[in-house]
């Protein structure tokens, strides 16, 4: 059986789609949730216990709703 996947391993999955998706750089994406790059590249790497606080800035930056980034994927 297949491990269900983190809610931090989704929220990075979707937030590196939703952030490709508006042509955005990860150093584009970190300026515009005022936070640092390499801080962003984490998250995306699920390797960061990102906080509410960041992941609603993250999310704002993209302009996507966090619960929405929060769903898995239907396959």
């Known amino acids: 059986m297949k491990a269900k996947p983190s809610a931090r391993t989704i929220f990075a999955e979707n937030l590196r789609k939703a952030r490709l998706a508006k042509g955005l ?3 584009d994406l970190a300026e515009l949730a005022n936070l640092h ?3 962003v590249g984490s998250v995306e790497r699920s ?5 509410i606080d960041n ?3 993250l ?4 302009g996507a709703p966090l619960p929405k980034l929060l ?3 239907k396959q």
């Open 25 to 27: 750089s990860q150093e």
């Open 59 to 62: 999310a704002s930056a993209v």
């Open 47 to 51: 390797e960061r216990n990102v906080s």
């Open 37 to 39: 790059r390499t801080y």
């Open 55 to 57: 992941m609603e800035r």
């Open 71 to 73: 769903q898995k994927e």
